[in-house]
Every structure is written in structure tokens, then in C-alpha cells.
């Protein structure tokens, strides 16, 4: 009976130890995977030209609001008025500004322009044509076209009005996560993460609480009953009962409770509703596309509020990880087969959105944008999301080829590996490269067209260049055939 008891209790004392260790490792590898707080750098509005006519009393370098006639400076740029007058009489304006200050509007919402008596509004250039107040006037604008439009005024203010669309405005906002929450992780938005915190706090407090108190016994005991000259060790008591029995007990019960919250939160974080919103996610070096049920692709993820999401993933190349901290959701991306994640948001807002396994080079900036604003999770208001999926939908049809293949070279992540500045990143530069001659690794060369393009996104590999590691993924499959013209075009224009 007495060895029986022993082995109990040292079988127990394993356990207990084994499960610790594991409960640990399991409960706080969401924590340490928790990026720094780094500052998201705003998208900054493009610096203003340096005056070149701009004394008061010069005329400044456009005025008048003809923008799309012949002969302006850059007709072909502007085929319609993207700045047009409306009337201010019935219309509700989503944006006042009372002075000629930089400011962020919604494309396609009424802009209204109050200002005090001292202060006008006058256009920088062409591209701003029509962005024109007079001093102490009201005049309601709407911006059709998303852009950066450039003023100055008399009394040698400059600004800036940026246009994009109202979904490009939420993503572009500050993450949320960092208001609420405390040291370890923000606060969760996700109706079914409440009891993954509660275990999670009771995993790291046992865990602290039993480094003290079996490093704070080992300490005392080894002071207790240290060697001294002249003293015989006496010898060791075989067993206990009621110190064999104590922890044994203790350590079950503690067991029993982290088990069962453990179970039952994992069961419901591993079991999405029926009636979800699905969306698909691929990943792959170094972005996010988002596919939602009609078609609409964007490398930020949008859902709707108070609606279970299901993710159904993949990745093209290799291990990538969905993470986000809001949500308490982290989940492997594992090629050629699919992963899932749910989770069910409770307050709109923008949220953070990061990839949790090291995937390259760029795994810190997987979803970055030119601006240098990384992919974000946007949980909107009721209506919202409905809203963005035609929207979204809408736009990208309508969108001139060069400004869709901008569009995409974010979207798409081309802008991980390729610059539109000249530089070489892990792929070559797109800028001045329509046209010429380049060489290849075969030692051959190729000129740089419209097939050659092509081939390179469907089949990358097929040409590869020297000094640029074979890397690329094939987006076979994944670019419309607009969309592949529209890249094309992008590139063509980058002279
Ligand atoms: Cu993708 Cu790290």
C-alpha cells in the first residue's frame, strides 16, 4: 500500500509538472508572438511642390477650372472633371473645413467649404482644377476621382486634400488595439475569447505562483539543513501520508479545472457556426488576399460586426500564420491544404492583422503598403460590410487600366519584392524597365514587353534573371485578364 501511495504521488508530481510546462508554453506563445507596438506611419500627403509662381499677386499656376479641355497641361490624365461643384442647398456634407488646412475626404461625399473672410482656397496645379474657394465664400465640393490634390491660398497657406474611398479611409486609421487592453494583450473584441483570457491569466498566475513557492522552498531548505561541521546527516523520512496525499490532490484538482475550461474553450474555438460569413484567405511571400463570397479580392480583411467570420485558408509557398490579436485567433497557413479560423466581432473598428510565422525576408512587413501601413483586420459597422463588398466590387471595374494596376501592385503584394523608384528590393525595379533589353541567367537576353510580362507572372521561373533569387510565386489563376493588362500598363507608365 505505502509504495502504491508513493507512486502516486510522484506520478501526480509529473503530471502536474508535465501539464504546467505545456500549459505554459501552449497559453503564452500567443503573447510572445505579440508584435511591439510600432507607431503606424500615416500615409503622408505628397509634399507640396515648391512654389514656383506663387507671390501674392502672381497668378497661380491654375486657376481656372478647365481641366479636361484640350490643351491643358495634361489632358490625358484627366478625361473628366474630378472635382466637381454641387449645390450646397439640399445636400448633407460628410466634411466641413472652415480654413485651408490638409484634410482626409471620402470620394464621391459632399465636402463642404466654409471660410472665414481673410483666407481663400486656390488650386496648385492642373490636378487640383476646380479646388477653388473665394475668401469668406460657402462652396460645396465632391471629388470623384481618389487622389492627393494640392492648394495654396493668398495668404501663403499650403494644404492638401486627399480623396480616397470611404472603406480606404477605415483602413488607412490608426489600429485600435492599443486603447483598452493592458501589458499583455489588447482587448479582445471576440464574443467566444473571454474564457481563452480567463485561462490564460490563471495558467500565467499558477505559473508564478508555483515558481515562487517551489524556488522559495528549495532556497530555504538548502539553508535549513546545510552541511555543518561536526553534524551527521540524519536520515530521510520514507514516506507521509498526509503530505503524499495533499499533493496529490491539489495539483488534481488544479488539473481538472484547467482541463476543463481548456477543453471547452478549444471545442468552441475550433467549431464555427453554420451560418458564418466564409472567406477565403490565401497567403504567400509577402501578402494577404482576401476573397469574399462575390469575388471581391482586397490584401486587407473586412467583416461584418456581430456576425460569426470563417476563414478558410491556404498559402502558396510556405508556412505563414493568421493572426490577430483582437480576435485571440492565431492560426497556421500550411500550403496545398486548407486551415480555418473563426471568430465573431463585436465592435466595429480597425484592428491589427499580422503574420505570426517567419515566412522570409519580409515576414515583419508581410501586407505592407507603399505608405508603409501594414494589413489590417476592419470589423464594420451594420451595413458596412455589404456596402464595401459593392463598392469595392464597382470599383474595380470602372478604374482605368494604369490606375487598377496600381492598385494591384499593392493589393497583389507586388510592391514586397518590386520598386517603383528605381531601387532593386528582392526582385527587380518596374521603373524605366518597359521596353528594354534584359539579361537573363542563361546568359541570353530578352526584351522587356507585353509577353515577357506575361510570362513572368504565370510562369516566373521560366525566365529567370540573374542576382534576383527565383522566388516568385505564380499568380496563375489569380489575375483576371484585365487585371494582368492593367499591370501591364502600370509598368508601361513607370517611365
Ligand atoms: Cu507570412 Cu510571416
Redesign the pocket.
Known amino acids: 500500500m505505502k509504495p502504491m501511495i508513493r507512486y502516486t504521488g510522484t506520478i501526480a508530481v509529473t503530471a502536474m509538472v508535465a501539464w504546467a510546462v505545456a500549459a505554459y508554453l501552449f497559453g503564452s506563445s500567443s503573447a510572445d508572438a505579440q508584435p511591439a507596438p510600432q507607431p503606424q506611419s500615416q500615409p503622408q500627403a505628397i509634399e507640396p511642390p515648391a512654389p514656383k509662381v506663387d507671390g501674392p499677386g502672381s497668378p497661380p499656376v491654375a486657376t481656372s477650372n478647365a481641366g479636361a479641355e484640350a490643351g491643358s497641361a495634361a489632358p490625358s490624365e484627366l478625361p473628366a472633371r474630378t472635382i466637381v461643384e454641387v449645390s450646397c442647398d439640399n445636400a448633407t456634407p460628410a466634411t466641413t473645413f472652415t480654413g485651408p488646412v490638409d484634410g482626409e475626404v471620402a470620394t464621391d461625399s459632399i465636402v463642404k467649404f466654409a471660410l472665414p473672410p481673410s483666407v481663400d482656397i486656390i488650386p496648385d496645379s492642373q490636378t487640383s482644377a476646380g479646388l477653388e474657394v473665394k475668401a469668406g465664400r460657402t462652396k460645396c465640393l465632391k471629388f470623384t476621382k481618389d487622389g492627393v490634390f494640392l492648394f495654396h491660398s493668398s495668404t501663403k497657406q499650403r494644404g492638401a486634400i486627399t480623396a480616397r474611398q470611404w472603406y480606404d479611409i477605415l483602413v488607412n486609421k490608426q489600429v485600435d488595439d492599443l486603447k483598452g487592453g493592458n501589458f499583455w494583450m489588447p482587448k479582445a473584441v471576440n464574443l467566444t475569447a473571454d474564457d481563452s483570457d480567463l485561462m490564460y491569466y490563471a495558467v500565467l498566475g499558477l505559473s508564478i505562483f508555483f515558481f515562487f513557492a517551489i524556488a522559495g522552498a528549495v532556497v530555504f531548505l538548502v539553508v535549513k539543513y546545510r552541511h555543518r561541521p561536526g553534524r551527521k546527516p540524519e536520515p530521510s523520512p520514507a514516506h507521509n501520508d498526509a503530505l503524499e496525499i495533499t499533493w496529490t490532490v491539489i495539483p488534481t484538482i488544479i488539473c481538472v479545472f484547467l482541463f476543463y475550461y481548456g477543453w471547452t474553450t478549444y471545442v468552441r474555438v475550433v467549431t464555427p457556426p453554420t451560418k458564418a460569413v466564409e472567406i477565403n484567405v490565401l497567403?504567400w511571400?509577402?501578402n494577404w488576399q482576401f476573397t469574399h463570397s462575390n469575388g471581391v479580392q482586397d490584401s486587407d480583411l473586412h467583416v461584418p460586426v456581430n456576425t460569426p467570420v470563417r476563414l478558410v485558408m491556404t498559402s502558396k509557398d510556405v508556412l505563414?500564420?493568421f493572426y490577430a490579436p483582437v480576435m485571440r485567433v492565431k492560426q497556421d497557413i500550411v500550403p496545398r491544404r486548407y486551415t480555418y479560423a473563426w471568430f465573431f466581432p463585436t465592435k466595429p473598428g480597425t484592428y491589427r492583422l499580422t503574420?505570426?510565422?517567419?515566412?522570409?525576408t519580409n515576414?515583419s512587413q508581410?501586407g505592407i503598403t507603399n505608405d508603409g501601413r501594414r494589413a489590417v483586420l476592419v470589423v464594420h459597422e451594420p451595413g458596412g460590410y455589404e456596402r464595401y463588398l459593392a463598392d469595392k466590387a464597382a470599383q474595380s471595374t470602372k478604374l482605368p487600366p494604369v490606375d487598377l494596376g496600381k492598385m494591384l501592385y499593392e493589393k497583389k503584394g507586388c510592391n514586397a519584392c518590386h520598386t517603383t523608384d528605381g531601387s532593386a528590393r528582392v526582385g527587380p525595379t518596374w521603373k524605366g524597365a518597359f521596353g528594354t533589353m534584359v539579361p537573363l541567367t542563361d546568359g541570353t537576353q530578352v526584351k522587356m514587353d507585353e509577353s515577357y510580362i506575361r510570362e513572368s507572372m504565370i510562369y516566373p521561373q521560366a525566365k529567370s534573371r540573374p542576382g534576383f533569387p527565383p522566388s516568385m510565386p505564380s499568380f496563375e489563376g489569380q489575375l483576371k485578364e484585365n487585371e494582368i493588362l492593367g499591370i501591364i500598363a502600370y509598368i508601361k507608365s513607370l517611365k
Open positions: 497567403a511571400r509577402w505563414h500564420s503574420c505570426a510565422e517567419y515566412c522570409g515576414h508581410m
